[in-house]
Structure formats: structure tokens, C-alpha cells
């Protein structure tokens, strides 16, 4: 491009030349020789070019400017110690250059540190709710641990648990909010708190009592007369996990629009004893710490991407009768996570004898996964099946060798991709609530089950995961 605006500034420096030595070559042959027809035969040549010789060398002349934008700008060359002629082109190169040596951000991992904080120590009383604690506002959440430490007097007659397995009816229902309710990032009774633990860690929850008569195990509570003290432990997750995928569902605790509180909603002691007045001189506190990722300096390190992992379970799902049982699955996110807890006689039972087929079925005629319990049994033994399986009540025994997550569960892991981490994996397998018009789970209950009027439910329990859009963000056509 540079050589072809020199060529034209060369040939308008040529036209205007030979356009002069013509003219003045004309004149003197006109004065010289008024007979001689080459400069009549040339006059008005002549006359045009004088009349609009300029014109068209300017029009040369202009061309030649329009395309200087890819020719020469003076620019100091320090090298040389002159001024040089720099076409704009390497200019914008050189510019594009030093754009490209801009070092990119790196990821939020690499920039962040975690910390766990305690919160404070709140006593309470059962068939209470703990007023609202607002967790501070320091970091990126990730999670909220808990620790219920309490003692009691049995009095008169030893103790008989009236409802799960004791420990797991201590929470009413658990509680993560944004904004004053406004979005519920975790909404568990006592069943999903201790399912979404088990999912992370079989050893969690924490469930630790005083061995003795009905609790020969000591991972309940100590029912024989007498003083006893009790240990549940336990966390409410926000994020994703503490693995790969720890980004996913932090939350910003210092954007100012923001304020997550902690609620929590205490059974009384007639959901958990049988016979409440035996129990006396009960005692307990609720310690509440945070665990929170530092915000990195933005300039260098990217956030995570905007999302809400969220753990939630409706109302239990009453069984008026044996066989199926249809549960739709409100439209929310991307389901990761599922389980069904299955509680007859207000007790854990069994879902290897009380339940006979699960399946997953996507507008009414979609159906995706039809199983029998006795191969289902087998998929999840694939995930998380080792060790020694935890009893169904406290003073059950152990089987011999654990093929599910907690028998009385049926669990899904949707986001394990069959391999065999928990809680992690990719989305191969995760199902877009929010794209089916319907997503239903289907249960079977075993014909012939004894069932309780009143008592018989089944907790369905699941985790899920929003994409935020911020309201600035376009909207894709």
C-alpha cells in the first residue's frame, strides 16, 4: 500500500510537469513559427489543461492522502536519531503487540486463601427457633458448620426415640437465606441435613451419645436413666463442594446488595422422646462458624462465575397407600443431586424391602430411568459402596458391608458421571429441570407394606444448580 501512494505521488508530480514543459513548448512554437499547425492542432489541449490541469493534479494529489491512513505518520525513531515515516498499519500492529503482552487474569483459585471462622455460641431450647443469625460479611461463602452439644436427665423410665433416629429429628428445619428470605440457598428438614452430610462424607453428620440400653452403638442418643450428654455435628453446604468445583455457588458476602442469614428451627422434645416427661434438665447450645474463600485482588484474578448451588427439600410427600407414588419436581435449575428418604411409623425404614422400582420420567411419556431396587442397589454400590454400612436406628446392627449411601435413601448422584468421587464429577448426566415441562419422580412402594396413617412419608431431597445472570447482561436472542 505504501509503494502504490508513492507511484501516485509520482505520476501527479509528472502529469503537472509534462502539462507545463507542453504548454511552455506550445507557446514558444506559436511565437516562433505563427504557421506551423501542430500548435493550432494542440491549442485546446493546451487551453484545457491550463484551464484544468490543476484540478486534476490536486485530484491526483487527494487520491495520493486517501491512502496515506495505511502510510506514513512521523514518528521519532531514537535508533536512527530522525524522524521517520511509520505506515499506520505497523503502527496498529505494534499497538495489537503491546495489547496481547497484557497478561490475562488468572483463575479465582490461585489467588484466593480459606478460612474458617466461628461465628458464636447460641443456646436454645427445644420447639424453638433461634433468632436469625446474619453471617458476617467477610468473603466468598462456602459453607456453615454446626455443633449442638447437650445434656439431659432421664428420669423414671428409660427413653424410647419417637422419630428417625433421634439425632436427626433435632433440627426442624435448617436454613441458608438471602436478603430476608428472598432466596433460600439451603431448606432441609433433620432427613436432608443428614443425607446432603452423608453425600460428602459417610462420616457425617457427627452423631455421638452415651452407649447403653437403646443405644448400644453410642452414635445416638443415650436413653438409659440417668444423666447423659449428646454431639451432632454436621454443615450446611453453599458451595458446589471443597473439590474441583469449590467456585461453584459461592457467594459474595461483601457485595453490598447482599446479607445471608442462618435459621434455624429446633424440634420439641415430644418429637423426639416418646414419652417427653421422662426427659428433664435438658441443656443445649448451637455453635455456628463459617467457612469463607478471601477475595483476590480483581485487577490480577478473576471471580467465579455467578451461581447459586442450592440444597432444598419441600414438604414430605404423605403415603396414603402402597404402590406408585408420582412426585413432580418444581422447575429450578439444573438437578445435580437426588434422594428419596422413605420414614414409616415416623421411623427409617428400609428402601431395599420398602420400595420396588424408581424412575424418572420427563413429560409424561419421557422416560429415562425405569429400575428395579435390586439393580438399583447395584449402581449405587458402584459409587458408594465400601466399608461398614451405618445403622438404620441406633440400636440396630450394622450390615456387613455398605452398598448404598443410607439404606434408607435411595440416592442418585447425577453429577457423579459414573465415576466414583462423591459429590463431584461433571454434568454428563445432570438433568435441566427447567427444560422439560414436567420432570416426575416415580417411586414404587412394595405392596404389602404395613403403613401408618399420618406417619408414612417420603422425603424428597435435592440439590440444584442456577446460572445468575447479572441485570446488566444481555439477553441471548
Given at each position: 500500500m ?6 501516485l505521488?509520482?505520476?501527479?508530480l ?24 501542430t500548435g ?11 484551464q484544468?490541469?490543476l484540478k486534476v ?26 524522524i521517520k ?11 495489537a ?7 490475562p487474569?488468572?483463575p ?29 460479611q467477610?468473603?466468598m461463602l ?5 455443633d449442638?452439644?447437650?445434656s439431659y436427665?432421664?428420669?423414671n423410665?428409660?427413653?424410647v426415640?419417637?422419630?428417625l ?9 435448617a ?14 428438614s ?5 443425607l446432603m ?13 452415651t ?5 448400644v452403638?453410642g452414635?445416638?442418643?443415650?436413653l ?7 454431639s ?5 453446604p453453599?458451595n ?20 445471608a442469614t442462618?435459621?434455624l ?6 418429637t423426639?422422646?416418646?414419652v ?5 434438665n435438658?441443656v443445649?447450645?448451637?455453635?455456628l462458624?463459617?467457612?469463607y474463600?478471601e477475595?483476590?485482588d480483581?485487577t ?11 440444597t432444598?427439600?419441600e ?9 406408585l ?7 429450578l435449575g439444573?438437578?445435580?443431586d437426588?434422594?428419596?428418604a422413605?420414614?414409616l411409623?415416623?421411623k427409617?425404614t428400609d428402601?431395599r424391602?420398602?420400595?420396588?422400582e424408581?424412575?424418572?420420567?420427563y413429560?409424561?411419556?419421557d422416560?429415562q ?5 435390586g439393580?438399583w ?7 458408594y ?11 440396630a446392627?450394622s450390615?456387613?458391608?455398605q ?18 468421587p ?8 445432570a438433568?435441566?429441570?427447567?427444560e ?7 417411586l ?5 407394606t404395613a403403613?401408618?396413617a399420618?406417619?408414612?412419608?417420603i ?9 445468575i ?6 439477553i441471548?436472542?
Amino acid at each position: 500500500m505504501f509503494m502504490r501512494t508513492k507511484f501516485l505521488a509520482f505520476l501527479t508530480l509528472f502529469a503537472t510537469l509534462f502539462g507545463v514543459l507542453a504548454s511552455w513548448v506550445t507557446n514558444k512554437k506559436r511565437k516562433h513559427d505563427p504557421f506551423d499547425n501542430t500548435g493550432r492542432a494542440w491549442s485546446h489541449v493546451v487551453k484545457w489543461y491550463h484551464q484544468h490541469g490543476l484540478k486534476v493534479a490536486g485530484g491526483f494529489a487527494l487520491v495520493a492522502i486517501a491512502l496515506l491512513p495505511a502510510s506514513a505518520m512521523p514518528v521519532w525513531s531514537a535508533s536512527h536519531g530522525a524522524i521517520k515515516f511509520v505506515t499506520t498499519a505497523k503502527l496498529g500492529l505494534a499497538g495489537a503487540t503491546a495489547a496481547a503482552k497484557v497478561p490475562p487474569k488468572a483463575p479465582f483459585r490461585y489467588g484466593t486463601a480459606r478460612r474458617r471462622i466461628n461465628i458464636g455460641s447460641f443456646q436454645y431450647q427445644p420447639g424453638t427457633q433461634l433468632p436469625a443469625v446474619v453471617i458476617p460479611q467477610v468473603g466468598m461463602l462456602a459453607r456453615v458448620l454446626f455443633d449442638v452439644e447437650g445434656s439431659y436427665t432421664v428420669a423414671n423410665a428409660a427413653l424410647v426415640v419417637n422419630n428417625l433416629d433421634g439425632m436427626d429429628a433435632i433440627f426442624s428445619r435448617a436454613q441458608i437465606t438471602l436478603n430476608n428470605g428472598s432466596a433460600q440457598v439451603v431448606d432441609l428438614s433433620g432427613v436432608g441435613v443428614n443425607l446432603m452430610n452423608q453425600s460428602i462424607n459417610p462420616s457425617l453428620p457427627i452423631k455421638r451419645g452415651t452407649a447403653g440400653v437403646g443405644n448400644v452403638q453410642g452414635n445416638g442418643f443415650g436413653l438409659a436413666v440417668g444423666a447423659q450428654t449428646f454431639s451432632y455435628k454436621g454443615f450446611l453446604p453453599v458451595n458446589a463442594n471443597q473439590k474441583r468445583q469449590f467456585e461453584m455457588g459461592l457467594i459474595n458476602l461483601q457485595a453490598p446488595e447482599l446479607r445471608a442469614t442462618i435459621n434455624l428451627t429446633f424440634n420439641p422434645l415430644a418429637t423426639l422422646f416418646t414419652v417427653a416427661a421422662n426427659c428433664t434438665n435438658f441443656v443445649a447450645t448451637c455453635n455456628l462458624s463459617y467457612e469463607y474463600y478471601e477475595i483476590p485482588d480483581l485487577t490480577r484474578y478473576n471471580l467465579p462465575t455467578l451461581t447459586l448451588v442450592r440444597t432444598i427439600e419441600e414438604a414430605p410427600q404423605a403415603i396414603n397407600a402402597t404402590g406408585l407414588q408420582v412426585y413432580q419436581i418444581p422447575r429450578l435449575g439444573t438437578m445435580i443431586d437426588y434422594h428419596a428418604a422413605v420414614v414409616l411409623n415416623q421411623k427409617y425404614t428400609d428402601v431395599r424391602t420398602a420400595l420396588t422400582e424408581f424412575a424418572i420420567r420427563y413429560n409424561k411419556t419421557d422416560v429415562q430411568y425405569d429400575v428395579n431396587m435390586g439393580d438399583w442397589e447395584t449402581y449405587e454400590a458402584e459409587i458408594y459402596g465400601s466399608g461398614v454400612g451405618p445403622a438404620v436406628t441406633p440400636s440396630a446392627a450394622s450390615d456387613n458391608a455398605q452398598t448404598m449411601l443410607n439404606t434408607s435413601a435411595l440416592s442418585f448422584n447425577l453429577w457423579a458421571a459414573g465415576d466414583r468421587p462423591w459429590n463431584g464429577g461433571d454434568f454428563r448426566d445432570a438433568i435441566d429441570t427447567e427444560e422439560n415441562t414436567t420432570t416426575e419422580i416415580l417411586l414404587t412402594v412394595a405392596a404389602g407394606t404395613a403403613l401408618n396413617a399420618g406417619k408414612d412419608n417420603i422425603f424428597h431431597i435435592r440439590r440444584v444448580v442456577q446460572r445468575i445472570i447479572p441485570a446488566s447482561a444481555p439477553i441471548a436472542a
